[in-house]
Each structure stands twice: as C-alpha cells, then as structure tokens.
T-cell receptor
Framework: AQSVTQLGSHVSVSEGALVLLRCNYS??????LFWYVQYPNQGLQLLLK??????LVKGINGFEAEFKKSETSFHLTKPSAHMSDAAEYFC???????????FGTGTRLTIIP | KAGVTQTPRYLIKTRGQQVTLSCSPI?????VSWYQQTPGQGLQFLFE???????NKGNFPGRFSGRQFSNSRSEMNVSTLELGDSALYLC????????????FGQGTRLTVV
C-alpha cells in the first residue's frame, strides 16, 4: 500500500520569500503524485501532478514540484510567496489500477506580511 | 462546464439518526469518490464508484455505504450516526484512470450532536 508523509503541519513564510512544502511517498510501484490546495470552507483544487515524463512539473499560481525517485520525494516550491497563497496544501499519491488517492496529513501555509 | 455539486452544504443530525449526502459529478465523469476530512485524521478515503459499481473501498465500518446511479450521480449514507462522524465529507469526480485529476466539490459539513 502507498503512503504519503508531509513534514511540517504548519509552515510560515514572509511575503516574497521562498515557499517549500515537503512531501515524501512510499509506493511499491511507480506512483502518480499530486499536490492539491484547499482554501477555507472549500473543496480541494489541483495545483499540479506528476504522471510520467519530465520530473520537474509546473502548476498553477507559480508553483512547481520535482519528482525525485531516489529520494522518494515530491516537494512543492514557489519562488516568491504571495498573501493569496495562504491555504492548506495536500500531497497525494495514487498508482495504476487503483483509483484511490492517498493523502498526506496536509501543511497549513501562513504568509507573514 | 459545471463543477462537482454536493448537497446539502451543511447538516446537523442527532446521534443514532441516519443521513444521506448527494454528489453530482462533472458531466462525462464516470468515477466518483468520497472522502472524510477531520482535523484529527485528515483526508480519508471512503469508497469509489465507477459506472454504478463500487470499485474501491476504504477502512470504514459498514454504517458507511454508497451508491451510484446511471447518470453517475452518487449518494453516501451513514446510518446510526456517532459523534465521531462529524466531519467534512468531500466528493470527487474524475474520468477513468489513477493518473487523472480529481475534481472536488465544496463538501458537506456534517455535525452530529
């Protein structure tokens, strides 16, 4: 079975600073990896996904993530934080022939003005 | 294109009662998944339906059940409600394949008193 670990349940960064949210996964077969964002009282919205091909994936709102198989990681980054980035971020994994998304516990991102 | 619609948005029920939640997926999406989100447990997978058949099931007691209709709309039922069932219930729809994006509804906030 696959699993996801997100290091840091709360991360605070200053406006304009680098955002780095960590995600490590465990999977016995090649994974599909996703980052979702959730704003208060909303559902989840896809930021980006890795399925196959290029390991550096660009998403919406200036976010990107790099799939590193050797480190079993899929960390999310954004060069310059904006106040509107304040939200909860979830890393998720799925595998072929299994429609289930397994989520990490989430990281709440706070932006300091 | 209309998004995933969940009704009702908010619900208050008494212990021991039962409840039915509804989810209308994006047109053309045949896969509907349900998740329970709580502060303590995070996002947990309940079950997934595809073309009216349950394809995947999470580790929830039999009090949690679901079904999918021929138009892909799905319902989730919880019987004999417990206080611990208070949560945000999220529905997600997708096209076929574990590598495809899941589109989430805004959720139904269930409070059991």
């Amino acid at each position: 079975a696959q699993s996801v670990t997100q290091l840091g349940s709360h991360v605070s960064v200053s406006e304009g600073a680098l955002v780095l949210l960590r995600c490590n996964y465990s999977s016995s077969v090649p994974p599909y990896l996703f980052w979702y964002v959730q704003y208060p009282n909303q559902g989840l919205q896809l930021l980006l996904k890795y399925t196959t091909g290029a390991t550096l994936v660009k998403g919406i709102n200036g976010f990107e993530a790099e799939f590193k198989k050797s480190e079993t990681s899929f960390h999310l980054t954004k060069p310059s934080a904006h106040m509107s980035d304040a939200a909860e971020y979830f890393c998720a994994v799925s595998v072929k022939r299994d429609e289930k998304l397994t989520f990490g516990t989430g990281t709440r991102l706070t932006i300091i003005p | 294109k209309a998004g995933v619609t969940q009704t009702p948005r908010y619900l208050i029920k008494t212990r021991g009662q039962q409840v039915t939640l509804s989810c209308s997926p994006i047109s053309g999406h045949r896969s509907v998944s349900w998740y329970q989100q709580t502060p303590g447990q995070g996002l947990q997978f309940l079950f997934e339906y595809f073309s009216e058949t349950q394809r995947n099931k999470g580790n929830f007691p039999g009090r949690f059940s679901g079904r999918q209709f021929s138009n892909s709309r799905s319902e989730m039922n919880v019987s004999t409600l417990e206080l611990g069932d208070s949560a945000l219930y999220l529905c997600a729809s997708s096209t076929q394949g574990a590598n495809t994006e899941a589109f989430f509804g805004q959720g139904t906030r269930l409070t059991v008193v």
